[in-house]
């Protein structure tokens, strides 16, 4: 049954599907108009993330209904340009939740003169057919006791302070934005982040742990990335060096300027700091620029059963997990000699008690530190691999390349700012050809 009358935070995750059935992607936060203080802020559209990732904009006008589990479309065809907020324009979930107003409801006088917190907008369709911010809920400050304040409901008339310049104002909770992100993916919460102003971005960057951030930072542009890393305190950003993977860690700080990277360096723990070091000496357009220092590595003494568990590490990408380098020790790179490797389809043939020195192969060809990405690229062509070793001329392992890895180096700086097809991306039937459209007719 459609409704007409709604609270936003349900609305995230629900499918979005076209008049069809067709699925289009899922609803993740809802753009409104933000006008002068005071006035009823009008709801322009949904954010909608595709399949492909990509969050674009969809027109509130194109929306025939809204049901408990998902929202239905007049039409299969959307712009599919990256959403971009427009001046006077916010997020509702990313922007608007956790933000500190006052309230003059007569029904709930212990709140008159205080500030309370938004936790949630309800949105309604007037006759017009136009949606309304016509509800609020806000929760005031823990008193006593309890371990948080009360959540209320008031009407929008009631609500004084929520303006475009108050959300541009510092000490913003980040809450709400928090709660939607989590069980995310690193790379859907750099897109996320992407659409925000730098504001917002960098409290929410600023609130989230350690590992958490590394893992958005390594998903983000060059740009957001170097933004990002100058908000935080020195101590904090050589923190949040330490948790990414060194190749991530050198690429990033070779966007700064040698001043600025070794005052890093200097804050992080040494052992963390060794191969960051080491891959910095490495051309960036070389095996040597682009491998990681921490591929798997075994000796040949090593059974089966534990360079499995090894290639199971959650943390592993695919690539790097289908391969296993088997060295001398030390394991640590730089290593002892290296000897081989296994692919992981060898192992899931052998017995686990075996040993991995036993089906080593020791005829697949290595890459140089100094091998140009030319030649990276047609090792992965000719041996048909997604992770190949790095070793040096006294057959040492110094790390692995994998075809991500490659790709980042390969692609446009700014590839994942676009998509196939940009510039020029209009209105499209999701999987069909591009045409024009204008933003409030449904284009944006």
């Known amino acids: 049954m459609s409704v007409s009358k709604v609270f936003v935070a349900r609305l995230v995750g629900l499918a979005v599907l076209g008049p069809d059935g067709e699925s289009i992607g899922r609803v993740r936060d809802v753009v409104i108009g933000v006008r002068l203080s005071g006035q009823q802020p009008r709801v322009l559209g949904l954010a909608v993330e595709l399949t492909t990732r990509r969050r674009i904009f969809v027109p509130m006008l194109r929306v025939t209904a809204i049901e408990p589990n998902a929202v239905t479309l007049n039409t299969g065809t959307v712009s599919l340009r990256r959403l971009h907020l427009r001046p006077g324009e916010a997020l509702a979930i990313g922007q608007v939740l956790d933000t500190q107003v006052r309230i003059d409801d007569p029904d709930l006088p212990d709140f008159a003169d205080i500030d309370v917190t938004i936790v949630d907008l309800g949105i309604e369709q007037t006759r017009t057919r136009d949606w309304m911010v016509a509800r609020v809920a806000i929760r005031g400050h823990r008193r006593g006791l309890r371990r948080r304040g009360d959540t209320h409901v008031v009407e929008w008339s009631h609500v004084h302070g929520l303006t475009h310049s108050a959300l541009n104002l510092p000490g913003q909770g980040v809450a709400q934005v928090l709660l939607q992100f989590e069980g995310m993916r690193a790379a859907d919460v750099a897109n996320a982040l992407r659409e925000l102003p730098p504001k917002r971005r960098d409290e929410i960057a600023a609130a989230l742990d350690d590992e958490r951030l590394a893992d958005v930072l390594q998903e983000l542009p060059p740009d957001d990335q170097t933004d990002v890393l100058a908000q935080l305190d020195t101590e904090r950003a050589a923190d949040v060096l330490e948790a990414m993977d060194p190749d991530d860690a050198a690429d990033l700080l070779g966007e700064l300027p040698d001043i600025e990277a070794e005052a890093l360096l200097e804050k992080m723990d040494p052992e963390d700091s060794a191969p960051v070091r080491r891959l910095l000496l490495h051309s960036p357009d070389t095996a040597g620029g682009l491998m990681t220092s921490e591929p798997i590595i075994v000796t040949a003494s090593t059974t089966i059963a534990e360079a499995l ?22 394991t640590a790179t730089p290593t002892g000699k290296y000897l081989g490797c296994v692919h992981i389809q060898a192992l899931l043939r052998e017995p686990p008690a075996n040993i991995v020195g036993g089906i080593l192969d020791t005829d697949l060809a290595h890459l140089r530190p100094d091998d140009s990405l030319e030649t990276v690229t047609r090792y992965f062509a000719t041996y048909n691999l997604v992770c190949g070793p790095v070793v040096d001329d006294e057959r040492h392992l110094l790390g692995a390349v994998s075809v991500d890895d490659l790709l980042d180096e390969i692609l446009p700086r700014d590839w994942r700012e676009s998509e196939p097809g940009e510039p020029g991306v209009g209105e499209s039937p999701v999987g069909g050809n591009t045409g024009t459209g204008d933003r409030r007719a449904g284009g944006r």
């Open 309 to 330: 568990a090894r290639v199971r590490d959650p943390d592993l990408t695919p690539a790097a997990a289908s391969i296993v380098f088997v060295v001398r020790p030390p």
